[in-house]
């Protein structure tokens, strides 16, 4: 039995038949190839699969397929419009807040709903609201300021 | 995970019709933190999933003239952010806020937690110690007799949960966690202590099968002035109350350690004025 499901994907239309024992991670990555949103633990604790949907982050990998009907969802591949990275991807790059790149997308998706609902975050208010977001090579310091930096930027 | 049917009836009645056809072999799905894992880890492995979102009856928190009613759709960040639970209830809104990450808090139900009956629920203590009642489409139970034992609870097969009603009271006290890391994290031990008026309540979680109330060590406290003494008392009869194991998290010994530190901790900052509501 397939389930059909309604959402918008980065603000573009989607219509699709999935079956109910899918999360919306596996649609997103096997079923839509958007392949930035990814698989840590599949269990709601390290991050890796953050989206924003309706507005908040949430975990991807614990949502399953048919709850995504009438969902807006924002994924990674979202955030660049027009080949031109947003300020929070540039601060990233620039503060080499990355070394492979798999925790990027979760940490990317956590502090832009951060971002959004409070442009000017103190530093506790980050660390708190990435802390769902584990990264096993970077460390945390470089993060945390790239999105200091990006916060700085903003608005201004 | 195996496959099942997905429903997401719009009404509590279809809700209902749909738990009287599947009985035991139907789960209800709120924010999924807990039911997506069990299907995941094959720990359930349902004909169907009834996904109790889309009911309309159904809703978030409310405050009212009587009663704060955390409706079933609540999730853990509703519960820590509303005002008034912030204001009556900080302890409370404490606990849903350590529950998990923010991603987890944007899907997870406090009524969800409690169903879920872990003996270390972390909005299990703070509603223990309020005495609050689980409300569903058919009677009301006290939180402390509906979970029975680990994940286990007096819910019928063909019951919901509609919401948790905690009738309005004064008091003020605080929620500890604790645990290895300080967000997603399990809790190691966690507790809530409370005074009302001359009154004091004391609940732990994750030592026991279930949340509990130490009821002699508050019968110990009640109706007594505070005094470091008495403090004293309170924290080797706490000790002595609760039947905690050793696991993968702690050792029984740390544990019962941690309950007479919570309790003496607790106890003093409440002498002290401390943890005003
Ligand atoms: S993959 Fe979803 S939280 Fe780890
Ligand atoms: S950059 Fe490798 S896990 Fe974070």
């Given at each position: 039995?397939?389930?059909?499901?309604?959402?918008?994907?980065?603000?573009?239309?989607?219509?699709?038949?999935?079956?109910?024992?899918?999360?919306?991670?596996?649609?997103?990555?096997?079923?839509?190839?958007?392949?930035?949103?990814?698989?840590?633990?599949?269990?709601?604790?390290?991050?890796?699969?953050?989206?924003?949907?309706?507005?908040?982050?949430?975990?991807?990998?614990?949502?399953?397929?048919?709850?995504?009907?009438?969902?807006?969802?924002?994924?990674?591949?979202?955030?660049?419009?027009?080949?031109?990275?947003?300020?929070?991807?540039?601060?990233?790059?620039?503060?080499?807040?990355?070394?492979?790149?798999?925790?990027?997308?979760?940490?990317l998706m956590s502090a832009t709903a951060l971002l959004r609902e409070n442009p000017h975050p103190a530093r506790e208010e980050i660390i708190r609201a990435i802390s769902g977001n584990l990264c096993r090579c970077t460390g945390y310091v470089r993060i945390i300021e790239a999105i200091e930096d990006a916060a700085r930027d903003n608005g201004q | 995970m195996k496959n099942f049917l997905y429903h997401k009836p719009t009404t509590l009645s279809e809700a209902l019709s749909l738990r009287a056809r599947y009985g035991q072999s139907a789960v209800l799905l709120a924010g999924g933190s807990d039911v997506v894992i069990q299907l995941r880890e094959?720990?359930?492995?349902?004909?169907?999933?009834?996904?109790?979102?889309?009911?309309?009856?159904?809703?978030?928190?409310?405050?009212?003239?009587?009663?704060?009613?955390?409706?079933?759709?609540?999730?853990?960040?509703?519960?820590?952010?509303?005002?008034?639970?912030?204001?009556?209830?900080?302890?409370?809104?404490?606990?849903?806020?350590?529950?998990?990450?923010?991603?987890?808090?944007?899907?997870?139900?406090?009524?969800?937690?409690?169903?879920?009956?872990?003996?270390?629920?972390?909005?299990?203590?703070?509603?223990y110690a309020l005495d609050a009642v689980v409300v569903t489409n058919a009677r009301e139970i006290p939180i402390c007799e509906f979970i029975t034992f680990v994940r286990r609870t007096s819910l019928a097969a063909d019951e919901i949960v509609t919401g948790i009603r905690v009738p309005h009271q004064n008091c003020k006290g605080e929620f500890t966690k604790i645990s290895r890391r300080s967000e997603v994290d399990l809790s190691t031990v966690c507790a809530t202590v409370l005074q009302a008026g001359d009154s004091y309540r004391l609940s732990f979680g994750a030592v026991?099968?279930?949340?509990?109330?130490?009821?002699?060590?508050?019968?110990?406290?009640?109706?007594?002035?505070?005094?470091?003494?008495?403090?004293?008392?309170?924290?080797?009869?706490?000790?002595?109350?609760?039947?905690?194991?050793?696991?993968?998290?702690?050792?029984?010994?740390?544990?019962?350690?941690?309950?007479?530190l919570i309790t003496r901790r607790s106890l003093t900052n409440l002498m002290n004025g401390g943890s005003e509501a």
């Open positions: 039995m397939k389930y059909q499901i309604r959402f918008t994907l980065n603000g573009e239309e989607q219509e699709l038949y999935v079956p109910a024992n899918y999360t919306m991670l596996r649609v997103l990555r096997d079923e839509l190839n958007f392949m930035g949103t990814k698989e840590g633990c599949g269990a709601g604790e390290c991050g890796a699969c953050t989206v924003i949907a309706d507005g908040r982050p949430v975990n991807a990998c614990i949502v399953l397929a048919p709850e995504m009907d009438g969902m807006s969802i924002e994924t990674v591949e979202g955030l660049a419009k027009d080949g031109r990275l947003t300020p929070l991807q540039e601060a990233f790059v620039s503060h080499a807040a990355l070394q492979c790149g798999f925790c990027t997308p979760g940490f | 094959h720990l359930i492995a349902p004909e169907a999933v009834i996904d109790i979102k889309g009911i309309a009856e159904l809703t978030g928190v409310v405050w009212d003239e009587h009663n704060l009613w955390i409706g079933a759709k609540t999730t853990m960040r509703e519960l820590a952010e509303h005002p008034e639970v912030l204001r009556a209830y900080p302890f409370l809104a404490d606990a849903a806020s350590r529950v998990g990450s923010k991603q987890l808090r944007n899907r997870a139900t406090c009524v969800g937690n409690i169903v879920n009956a872990s003996p270390l629920c972390d909005t299990g203590t703070p509603l026991a099968p279930t949340p509990l109330r130490l009821r002699e060590t508050e019968a110990l406290l009640n109706g007594k002035p505070l005094t470091a003494a008495r403090i004293e008392q309170a924290a080797i009869s706490a000790r002595a109350e609760v039947k905690p194991i050793s696991d993968i998290r702690a050792s029984l010994e740390y544990r019962l350690d941690m309950v007479e």
